[in-house]
């Protein structure tokens, strides 16, 4: 069945460009999450969905990021005025319901961003 | 969210069982231990998640501690396929995993 997936899979943007990185979650998985994983590093929590509704963005890390999901189902990062320390990888994962209890996170293969 | 503490890397042969330890001394009595692994250029897949007792599911076995201070993470056979970074995150909800830089596994053909 389809996992969850992300696009652009690369994407190099020039410093002070605004980049959109695209997430669709699989159907029906209530939860999205968004993650910053920086080279020889461990996924870091940049925000999450419940629906459309973001409860959680304290891992942000400046308002140059924002994050959407208007319908409750496909996501969308933005970095604007990109700086070379947004370079990453960018993970998104859904999960089938909300956090009152765990459910396993599914991950997509992320989307590598490169800030020249 | 508990702290963990984990080996940053280890070797295991192939067709031998790989024992992946974790330290989560502050892991308070509602927080679970759960485990993810990352292949590389791949994004990290669950594996098997515990609270007080052992687990064991088609892909692994977790040994959770009496006290619930360590867990071990076992994969019993393992393939040059599970070469991999192992997560190991103590967390009360799961709208925040705490991954830190786990362990590489590197399997030895």
């Known amino acids: 069945g389809a996992g969850v997936s992300q696009s652009p899979r690369y994407k190099v943007a020039k410093r002070g460009q605004d980049v959109a990185l695209r997430c669709d979650p699989i159907s029906g998985h209530v939860s999205l999450f968004w993650y910053q994983q920086a080279l020889g590093q461990g996924p870091e929590f940049l925000t999450y969905?419940?629906?459309?509704?973001?409860?959680?963005k304290s891992g942000l890390p400046s308002d140059r990021f924002f994050a959407e999901r208007p319908e409750g189902s496909v996501s969308t990062l933005k970095i604007q005025r990109t700086q070379q320390e947004d370079s990453a990888v960018y993970l998104c994962?859904?999960?089938?319901?909300?956090?009152?209890?765990?459910?396993?996170?599914?991950f997509g293969p992320g989307t590598r961003l490169t800030v020249l | 969210d508990a702290k963990t503490t984990q080996p940053p890397s280890m070797d295991c042969a192939e067709g031998r069982a790989a024992n992946l330890p974790c330290n989560h001394s502050t892991i308070s009595g509602n927080e679970y231990v759960y485990w993810y692994r990352q292949i590389h250029s791949q994004g990290p897949q669950y594996i098997i998640h515990?609270?007080?007792n052992n687990e064991t599911n088609e892909m692994a076995s977790l040994i959770i501690t009496e006290d619930r201070k360590s867990s071990t993470l076992i994969l019993p056979h393992a393939t040059l396929r599970d070469t991999a970074v192992y997560y190991c995150i103590g967390t009360g909800g799961a709208n925040n995993l705490f991954f830190g830089t786990g362990t590489r596994l590197t399997v030895i053909p």
């Open positions: 969905f419940q629906n459309e509704a973001q409860l959680d």
């Open positions: 994962a859904s999960s089938l319901g909300a956090t009152s209890s765990y459910n396993e996170q599914f």
């Open positions: 515990g609270l007080k």
